[in-house]
């Protein structure tokens, strides 16, 4: 099996309240095979069940090379691992030879699923809608939406700076978050997460309030600015901005604290039921 370049941006998808992982990869996605096939066999040990699948499948056995990408995706512990992945079209050469009453309305989903990435390349506002709509099936309401948007648009400048100014993707872009994370909230990214009582898989940001929205923006366009009029370059030079932007914010946040007597940073989620839900809302 020869090892393909390694993806790292990840985006899982759910289906039955189960996750599948993904990676976007010369141009379509790539669902780690493992996942789809424990969904469909609930077998206990998937190890064992694709190598009986394989060998009771001919076709399947002599493709299986083909089939299978070996890419890097988010394993159950946090970290980066290579996994067998495929491609829509290996995927459903796989269902095949699944016997699941799942298997059918599986296939259609995750048509779907392909076709509404698709969508969004030739048409970037129709993912700006879904998602707009799944925070909203998620309880949120119009005013965190729009600061969790306008957040994110930061972000994105920020991580495109990066991008350009030499910066790696993955592990140094998460160091840089973490520094400005930690500098304007007084906590690093793993310790707010433990705050929320969040996993690892859980996104931090779809859990803040607009307060921790707010500031989180303010970091990041703070070094961004920063970062710009310096022309900083690669990891060590982009730690300074990181720094100086991430403590604009933190002086923002105490003097707010000050006047209002209220703590910015919150342990609430929304993991928790409607009331903690709408308790964020009207914040």
Request: proline content about 3%; aromatic content about 8%.
């Given at each position: 099996?020869?090892?393909k370049k390694i993806q790292k941006n990840t985006l899982p998808i759910v289906f039955e309240n189960k996750k599948i992982r993904r990676v976007w990869h010369d141009e379509q996605w790539y669902f780690v095979i493992s996942d789809i096939v424990k969904i469909l066999s609930e077998s206990k040990d998937v190890k064992q069940y694709i190598k009986k699948m394989r060998m009771r499948d001919p076709d399947l056995f002599v493709n299986w090379g083909t089939i299978c990408t070996p890419l890097e995706v988010i394993s159950k512990d946090g970290k980066k691992r290579l996994e067998n992945m495929s491609s829509l079209t290996g995927i459903f050469r796989i269902i095949q030879s699944i016997s699941s009453p799942k298997a059918?309305?599986?296939?259609?989903?995750?048509?779907?699923v392909g076709q509404e990435r698709i969508e969004e390349i030739n048409n970037p506002e129709t993912a700006l809608n879904r998602s707009r709509e799944y925070w909203k099936k998620q309880g949120r309401g119009d005013k965190w939406i729009q600061q969790r948007m306008m957040g994110?648009?930061?972000?994105n400048k920020?991580?495109?700076?990066?991008?350009?100014?030499?910066?790696?993707?993955?592990?140094?872009?998460a160091i840089l978050t973490n520094i400005i994370h930690e500098e304007w909230s007084g906590l690093s990214v793993k310790?707010?997460?433990?705050?929320?009582?969040l996993e690892k898989t859980n996104n931090l940001r779809d859990h803040m309030s607009d307060a921790e929205l707010i500031f989180?923006?303010?970091?990041?366009?703070?070094?961004?600015q920063i970062a710009e009029s310096e022309q900083a370059k690669g990891l060590e030079d982009?730690?300074?901005?990181?720094?100086?932007?991430g403590k604009i914010a933190k002086d923002a946040r105490v003097a707010?604290?000050?006047?209002?007597?209220?703590?910015?940073i919150t342990k609430n989620n929304f993991l928790q039921d409607n009331k903690s839900i709408n308790k964020l809302n009207d914040k």
């Open positions: 099996m020869q090892n059918e309305p599986f296939k259609q989903w995750l048509a779907k994110q648009e930061t972000h920020l991580t495109d700076y990066w991008k350009s100014a030499g910066v790696e993707q993955g592990e140094e872009y310790k707010h997460k433990e705050l929320k009582n989180t923006a303010l970091a990041e366009l703070s070094t961004r982009n730690k300074i901005p990181a720094k100086r932007g707010l604290e000050e006047k209002t007597g209220e703590k910015v």
